[in-house]
C-alpha cells in the first residue's frame, strides 16, 4: 500500500490545512495525469489576496484528490477558497467525475483503498467487514 507523499516535494507546517475530494469513480491512468497536471498548475499560482499561496495537491491511488496549503506564510482566505472549489468543479466537468460527493467514503481493505457510497459503507458496517480497527479516509480533513 502506497500512502500519499504530498508534503515530500516541499516542507509543509503539521497544521497545514488540507481539503480531501474523492472521485465517484477511479479515473483513468490518462485522466489522472492530466488531473495532476493541471492541479500542479493551479497550486502553483494559487494566491489569496495577492500573496501567493505555498500549496499543493496529488491525485492518489487515482480517486483521491488532496489539497494542501501551509498558511504560515500566507492563509487561505474564502475568496482563494472559493477559487480551488470552482477549479475542481470545472476539472470534474471536465473529466466527467463528480468530485464533491460528501457521501463517498474510503477505508482500507487488505492493501487496497476502497470508495463507496455511504449506505455500501453502512452494510460493510452492518456486515463486519468494517470495524473499528478498519483505516478510513478522513475526508473531513481541513
Known amino acids: 500500500m502506497r500512502f500519499p507523499q504530498i508534503s515530500s516535494r516541499t516542507a509543509f507546517h503539521p497544521d497545514s490545512r488540507v481539503w480531501v475530494y474523492v472521485a465517484e469513480?477511479?479515473?483513468?491512468?490518462?485522466e489522472t495525469e492530466w488531473l495532476?497536471?493541471?492541479l500542479d498548475a493551479f497550486t502553483q499560482q494559487w494566491t489569496a489576496h495577492n500573496n501567493a499561496l505555498k500549496a499543493c495537491a496529488e491525485v492518489f491511488d487515482r480517486q483521491l484528490i488532496l489539497l494542501m496549503v501551509d498558511e504560515t506564510q500566507a492563509g487561505a482566505s474564502g475568496c482563494s477558497i472559493d477559487t480551488s472549489v470552482h477549479f475542481l468543479e470545472k476539472a470534474g466537468l471536465q473529466l466527467?467525475?463528480?468530485?464533491?460527493?460528501?457521501?463517498?467514503?474510503?477505508?482500507?481493505?487488505?492493501?487496497?483503498?476502497?470508495?463507496?457510497?455511504?449506505?455500501?459503507?453502512?452494510q460493510e458496517l452492518g456486515n463486519g467487514k468494517i470495524t473499528a480497527d478498519t483505516l478510513m479516509v478522513n475526508t473531513l480533513a481541513g
Not at 25 to 30: D, N
Not at 102 to 114: D, K, N, P, V
Open 36 to 38: 495532476q497536471s493541471r
Open 25 to 30: 469513480r477511479p479515473l483513468t491512468e490518462t
Open 96 to 122: 466527467g467525475v463528480n468530485l464533491f460527493d460528501r457521501r463517498r467514503f474510503g477505508w482500507l481493505e487488505g492493501e487496497q483503498l476502497r470508495f463507496e457510497r455511504q449506505e455500501i459503507v453502512e
